[in-house]
């Protein structure tokens, strides 16, 4: 008997953590060490969750045991209003969140609520690839707007408005951008929350790395600048505090809630049948949002973070072949590759290519639904030593690779 995959995930991909990643766990029971730079996990790499969250996971162990409510705890979804309040995210109380197993979760509760065949969401390319994902499995379609690699990988506001429908419904906005590093000015995205308002779409919000913008950068919430609009925001802990294990995050229904009931009434649905997120991963939310000099440390010149991205940008770029937009934010870096120059045709192979003979494992550019074969991503997560050390095996390995077919 054949049993095959559900027809519903034909066009699934999640390709960080899929055949590539596959292959890594092969050559690792053949003994071979590898580097894993195909995700954000900085825990993996020695960053240590900051004290304060440590605490308060001490502290809450007794009380873990039980269910919350299906929303999170009643203190919790407090503190996370008041926190979302405190970044002009209007209109936000308590019974407004919703806390996850991780935004990743939240995600996929807010497309299975919002959407019905043949609607269209507006999704950036690249993209973080679950939001495509998503998507398609609730049944919806994905359309990509482009983002411009020669405009610091700001979304193009003509390429949006070519490809508003009738069948559109919402954009996704992603700042600080996974995979890019970039962060979006009030301008670009006062444009965005206008071509939703004349266009009466909803605004989705992923904005996991506001607390990781280095350079002086500032955060601002697409939401602040549309109270007239709903916008579903969506945060987390998992890389500004350094504990993406304990699957701490949460949505926030922001702004002009007065037409949404039934979406509202649908996501209380999802979220009662999964019970609760996990209990212990909300203990630490109310400390770990009151704790912000841990993670200024790290972003600040001297912090680990900070030294560790301006090492990897600069070094990447010496490559022959290899450029790159500076990431302003984030923990990745989304470096281009002259195709022509190392006979480049396929992003995955190139990866693929590099994790058997160098042992370590990116993320192609395809991962992000950039269907050019010439981007491929970095998590500059390692410890200087080990960072020098990839850095110089890609660069030895490009000196010789020119791709087979």
């Known amino acids: 008997m054949v049993i095959n995959k559900s027809l519903k995930l034909e066009n699934v991909r999640y390709d960080i953590r899929g055949p590539i990643s596959d292959e890594a766990d092969r050559l690792e029971k053949e003994g071979i060490s590898i580097i894993r730079l195909n995700t954000g996990n900085p825990a993996a790499f020695g960053f240590e969750a900051p004290v304060s969250v440590l605490n308060a996971l001490t502290e809450s162990s007794g009380s873990s045991a039980q269910y919350s409510s299906s929303k999170g705890l009643a203190n919790v979804r407090e503190a996370i209003a008041r926190y979302s309040s405190s970044m002009g995210i209007p209109n936000v109380e308590a019974d407004?969140?919703?806390?996850?197993?991780?935004?990743?979760?939240?995600?996929?509760?807010?497309?299975?609520?919002?959407?019905?065949?043949?609607?269209?969401?507006?999704?950036?390319?690249?993209?973080?690839?679950?939001?495509?994902?998503?998507?398609?499995?609730?049944?919806?379609?994905?359309?990509?707007?482009?983002?411009?690699?020669?405009?610091?990988?700001?979304?193009?506001?003509?390429?949006?408005?070519?490809?508003?429908?009738?069948?559109?419904?919402?954009?996704?906005?992603?700042?600080?951008?996974?995979?890019?590093?970039?962060?979006?000015?009030?301008?670009?995205?006062?444009?965005?929350?206008?071509?939703?308002?004349?266009?009466?779409?909803?605004?989705?919000?992923?904005?996991?790395?506001?607390?990781?913008?280095?350079?002086?950068?500032?955060?601002?919430?697409?939401?602040s600048l549309a109270p007239d609009l709903l916008t579903v925001v969506f945060n987390g802990l998992s890389k500004s505090h350094q504990i993406c294990g304990y699957r701490a995050?949460?949505?926030?229904?922001?702004?002009?809630?007065?037409?949404?009931?039934?979406?509202?009434?649908?996501?209380?649905?999802?979220?009662?049948?999964?019970?609760?997120?996990?209990?212990?991963?909300q203990s630490v939310i109310c400390a770990a949002l009151e704790d912000t000099q841990s993670v200024k440390a790290n972003i600040s010149p001297g912090g680990r973070l900070y030294e560790q991205r301006e090492y990897a940008y600069n070094a990447l770029i010496n490559i022959p072949g290899i450029s790159a937009v500076k990431p302003r934010g984030t923990l990745y870096i989304f470096p281009k590759i002259d195709t022509e120059m190392y006979g480049i045709t396929n992003c995955e192979k190139f990866v693929l290519d590099f994790l058997r003979e160098k042992h370590v494992l990116l993320t192609h550019g395809r991962s992000y639904n950039w269907m050019k074969p010439d981007h491929f991503r970095v998590a500059y997560l390692p410890e200087m030593d080990e960072l020098v050390e990839v850095i110089s095996r890609l660069s030895d390995f490009l000196a010789t690779y020119q791709q087979s077919s």
């Open 249 to 281: 995050g949460w949505m926030v229904l922001a702004g002009d809630k007065s037409g949404a009931g039934g979406y509202i009434e649908g996501i209380n649905v999802l979220v009662s049948m999964r019970l609760c997120s996990n209990v212990t991963g």
């Open 96 to 223: 407004d969140v919703y806390t996850g197993n991780g935004v990743s979760e939240l995600i996929q509760v807010a497309m299975q609520a919002f959407l019905n065949p043949g609607d269209e969401i507006l999704i950036p390319t690249p993209d973080y690839p679950l939001w495509t994902a998503a998507t398609i499995l609730a049944g919806g379609t994905a359309v990509h707007y482009i983002c411009d690699e020669e405009q610091d990988w700001y979304p193009d506001i003509d390429d949006i408005k070519k490809k508003i429908t009738s069948n559109t419904r919402a954009i996704v906005v992603i700042s600080p951008n996974n995979p890019t590093g970039t962060v979006y000015p009030k301008e670009l995205l006062g444009s965005i929350a206008e071509l939703a308002r004349e266009h009466k779409l909803v605004l989705f919000s992923d904005e996991i790395y506001d607390r990781l913008i280095m350079d002086g950068g500032e955060h601002v919430s697409i939401s």
